[in-house]
């Protein structure tokens, strides 16, 4: 398979999101999402709003290629990414997307550091110390130790700024959010909200937060809300 540095844009480029026709349906084919048109131009966020079971998370998976029964165009910048092939999906995240799940699975065994530069794993070899580097450079900017401490006696909030590290370790050009201030603090909430619009804006990457959060969807100007997996009209 093409090395996806060569395939693809670099981290340093930016890519905008166009969206067209998506609709996602269950196994027995309920409509679970319905997005006629959703545009995201690089550099800028947007934030998702709605309640449980609304889609939300949904479109986030769509998003990243990985909605299952998904149909429509989902492009980014020039690949559409609903058109790959698995691999070629694959590599396509890997090289350009961070994401920060909710439930922001780590590796229990590793330590910080280790988790924050999971992705110089799969790298090449001379983007690797780069990664490690930035890794350590976001696990300073959360305000956690790159110690030796394995994570699995982090608390959940450690464990949150640690997924946020670790989905900015590589430069993506696309950043995907799902509930990223969720374990945290309102301070700390804040303060990991300004370092995500910090990098979205800095770094001209695509920004896209759900969000249950109104102090952090305050911030972010465009907010799409989805009521049965279909945005509310205004």
């Not at 131009?41 to 290629?65: E, Q, W």
């Not at 997924?163 to 201030?181: F, N, Q, Y």
């Amino acid at each position: 398979m093409t090395p996806p540095e060569l395939r693809y844009p670099t981290a340093e480029m930016t890519l905008s999101l166009n969206l067209r026709d998506l609709t996602v349906t269950s196994p027995s084919g309920r409509e679970l999402l319905s997005v006629p048109l959703l545009e995201v131009p690089a550099g800028r966020a947007l934030g998702i709003r709605g309640p449980s079971g609304a889609g939300k998370s949904t479109l986030l998976a769509a998003l990243m290629g990985l909605a299952p029964r998904a149909s429509g165009k989902v492009q980014w910048g020039d690949t559409e990414l609903s058109g790959l092939p698995s691999p070629e999906a694959a590599a396509f995240r890997r090289a350009q997307m961070g994401v920060i799940f909710q439930d922001y699975p780590l590796f229990d065994e590793l330590s910080a550091a280790g988790n924050a530069g999971v992705q110089a794993l799969f790298a090449p070899r001379n983007e690797r110390q780069h990664i490690l580097s930035e890794a350590a450079e976001q696990l300073e900017r959360v305000q956690i130790p790159t110690q030796t401490r394995p994570v699995a006696s982090f608390s959940g909030g450690e464990r949150q700024r640690v997924a946020v590290a670790r989905a900015l370790s590589h430069r993506p050009a696309i950043v995907l959010a799902d509930e990223p201030t969720a374990s945290l603090d309102q301070e700390t909430g804040e303060a990991i909200t300004a370092l995500l619009l910090d990098y979205c804006q800095t770094e001209g990457a695509t920004l896209i937060v759900v969000s249950h959060d109104e102090t952090l969807l305050r911030r972010i100007p465009s907010i799409l809300e989805l009521h049965h997996g279909r945005p509310k009209a205004p």
